[in-house]
């Protein structure tokens, strides 16, 4: 019978190389995807069975499909399905005026550590967090966890989806704590009503880089 690894409420040494590949089989299938498939696939083999098979799952399922027509269902399912948004900030805050001060905060986060991000990118896209995570373990834990309840319903979503990135967020979920009452019950929510509005007569807030509705594809 094989084994579960319980949910970690603290980082792992293995954390970071999880992160790293979990971020780069959720990137946009670009023409350097094979190169990142065969990297994740390698890293995989270093991890615990529950982190390491759904990633494996994925990578074969990658290997069959083809980067042109994976890259064609990365669009369709990310980019044409609101409830399966890689974008955190959009579960907890929608489209509003807080969305766009969780994202600042996201980017003075990664300045602490150094991080830049280009003027094209988004700092609450699953792969972005997830690849910061790779690199400030503690940091990115905290960030993973903040969001814990808007990475369970994208796991959600996806499933529902068929989609085959639902591998990729249940290797996320292994790598976090448990969802306590208040996430299932925000994750009850959030799929039962979707994330917050912006109240009548408020003009959503958002820096000119962070645009509300984010652009297609996302990190590329």
């Known amino acids: 019978m094989r084994r579960r690894i319980r949910p970690a409420t ?20 670009d023409d350097d995807f094979p190169a990142r498939l065969d990297l994740a696939r390698r890293a995989a083999a270093t991890l615990p069975r529950d982190v390491a098979h759904p990633l494996l799952d994925f990578t074969a399922h990658a290997d069959r499909t083809g980067p042109a027509a994976l890259a064609e269902a990365y669009v369709d399912t990310f980019d044409h399905r609101r409830r399966c948004s890689p974008y955190l900030t959009y579960y907890a805050h929608g489209d509003t005026r807080k969305r766009g001060l969780a994202l600042v905060r996201l980017k003075q986060t990664y300045a602490r550590a150094g991080w830049r991000l280009g003027d094209d ?3 609450d896209h699953l792969a972005v967090v997830l690849e910061f995570a ?20 994208l796991r959600l979503s996806l499933r529902d989806a068929g989609s085959p990135w639902v591998g990729v967020l249940a290797s996320v979920s292994a790598t976090l704590p448990a969802l306590a009452g208040d996430e299932r019950e925000a994750v009850a929510r959030l799929a039962a009503e979707g994330p917050p509005e912006e109240q009548v007569g408020l003009d959503p807030y958002a820096p000119p ?8 594809g996302g990190p590329r």
């Open 121 to 123: 990118e988004l700092p």
């Open 209 to 216: 880089q962070f645009p509300p509705v984010p652009p297609a």
């Open 10 to 29: 603290r980082t792992r040494p293995w954390h970071p190389v999880a992160w790293q590949a979990q971020s780069l089989l959720l990137a946009y299938p």
């Open 134 to 153: 790779g690199a400030e373990p503690a940091a990115g834990h905290r960030l993973l966890t903040e969001h814990r309840a808007g990475c369970e319903l």
